[in-house]
């Protein structure tokens, strides 16, 4: 997925103390190497927690984390009461995923994958106790905190944890980011994208964005994109990390959805358009609210610096860019 490591926008309202009491709160599931370095964005301002079942991983985590605003906790993310529907022995299932080329590795390396590559400790993986399951909505009221984004990355559970956020999801948190197969059942616990968009597009969200990972068969292996046996250059596809966020700028969006963001909500989100290399998506934001935004952000200054360089690599404001557009759209064709 396409992420901008220089935020403008992002870094000067975390500069002028626009989150100072009211921090960007992200909530990290499978946090196995710690935050993505692109929440770090927020510094000060970014508060967050972790779950992971890998409990030395979690600790040292805790140990060097810098952040006070920033915790850890040793827990699988689950759902008490899961949804009911056909067995999956009924249906049919197109894994193919143990005859790829990263399970040949594991099986002639005698690999425990989650011990080499997750816990960075090697000190033993050592596993969460089940008793000690979260379920997120039931966290969050016994926690009062409020929550903006969510990221999931379970390797195959991210349904589940889904599933127990639902509370927070269709109130709270203006996106998310998850991890997702596209082979599978159906089956409503299946992790595959069809259940997954229905998931999100049920409670007001659609996909802005998605990375796709090709795994090639253990017949004929291709390249690793990475120096560890993962996703292949070449393959079928198999999973993808997928953006979900709420496109407020929807016409009656959220009258239809019983929600009125505040000017932080949505300038949080326009954050997270920019970090994620949306920044046509982000501009949206401040042009369709801009009386909301305007008592706590200069628009026209936050519109600038969302804004590129024109073709001809001139930086030039907003409004003069979009001019420039308008009179020379040609200048935007490929090639000119």
């Given at each position: 997925?396409?992420?901008?490591?220089?935020?403008?926008?992002?870094?000067?309202?975390?500069?002028?103390?626009?989150?100072?009491?009211?921090?960007?709160?992200?909530?990290?599931?499978?946090?196995?190497?710690?935050?993505?370095?692109?929440?770090?964005?927020?510094?000060?301002?970014?508060?967050?927690?972790?779950?992971?079942?890998?409990?030395?991983?979690?600790?040292?985590?805790?140990?060097?984390?810098?952040?006070?605003?920033?915790?850890?906790?040793?827990?699988?993310?689950?759902?008490?009461?899961?949804?009911?529907?056909?067995?999956?022995?009924?249906?049919?299932?197109?894994?193919?995923?143990?005859?790829?080329?990263?399970?040949?590795?594991?099986?002639?390396?005698?690999?425990?994958?989650?011990?080499?590559?997750?816990?960075?400790?090697?000190?033993?993986?050592?596993?969460?106790?089940?008793?000690?399951?979260?379920?997120?909505?039931?966290?969050?009221?016994?926690?009062?905190?409020?929550?903006?984004?969510?990221?999931?990355?379970?390797?195959?559970?991210?349904?589940e944890a889904l599933w127990g956020a639902r509370e927070i999801v269709s109130s709270e948190v203006v996106g998310a980011a998850v991890e997702l197969q596209f082979q599978g059942t159906r089956a409503p616990g299946s992790n595959v994208f069809a259940n997954v968009e229905r998931y999100f597009h049920e409670l007001g969200y659609s996909?802005?964005?998605?990375?796709?990972?090709?795994?090639?068969?253990?017949?004929?292996?291709?390249?690793?994109?990475?120096?560890?046996?993962?996703?292949?250059?070449?393959?079928?596809?198999?999973?993808?990390?997928?953006?979900?966020?709420?496109?407020?700028?929807?016409?009656?969006?959220?009258a239809r959805w019983g929600l009125r963001l505040s000017a932080r909500k949505l300038l949080k989100l326009c954050c997270v358009h920019e970090i994620h290399g949306l920044e046509d998506c982000a501009a949206e934001i401040p042009l369709r609210f801009r009386e909301r935004i305007a008592s706590v952000a200069n628009v026209d200054h936050?519109?600038?610096?969302?804004?590129?360089?024109?073709?001809?690599?001139?930086?030039?404001?907003?409004?003069?860019?979009?001019?420039?557009?308008?009179?020379?759209?040609?200048?935007?064709?490929?090639?000119?």
């Open positions: 997925m396409r992420l901008n490591w220089s935020p403008h926008l992002t870094r000067h309202l975390v500069a002028t103390g626009v989150f100072a009491d009211d921090p960007f709160s992200l909530v990290d599931i499978g946090c196995s190497g710690g935050l993505l370095q692109q929440w770090r964005h927020f510094g000060g301002q970014l508060q967050a927690i972790g779950f992971d079942p890998l409990v030395r991983e979690v600790e040292r985590l805790n140990a060097v984390e810098e952040n006070p605003r920033v915790e850890y906790v040793a827990a699988r993310v689950g759902c008490h009461a899961k949804p009911a529907g056909p067995a999956s022995e009924n249906l049919f299932d197109s894994t193919s995923y143990l005859r790829c080329t990263t399970m040949r590795v594991v099986e002639l390396r005698q690999m425990n994958y989650a011990a080499t590559y997750f816990d960075q400790t090697h000190a033993g993986c050592e596993i969460a106790a089940e008793a000690g399951m979260v379920e997120l909505d039931e966290y969050f009221r016994q926690q009062h905190r409020n929550v903006d984004f969510l990221k999931t990355d379970t390797d195959g559970f991210d349904i996909l802005f964005a998605i990375d796709p990972k090709l795994h090639s068969r253990a017949a004929l292996p291709k390249m690793f994109r990475w120096n560890q046996p993962a996703d292949t250059h070449e393959g079928q596809v198999h999973w993808a990390d997928a953006l979900f966020l709420r496109d407020v700028c929807l016409t009656e969006y959220e936050c519109l600038n610096l969302l804004t590129p360089p024109l073709p001809d690599g001139r930086k030039v404001s907003h409004r003069e860019y979009i001019d420039f557009f308008e009179k020379n759209v040609e200048a935007f064709y490929s090639g000119k």
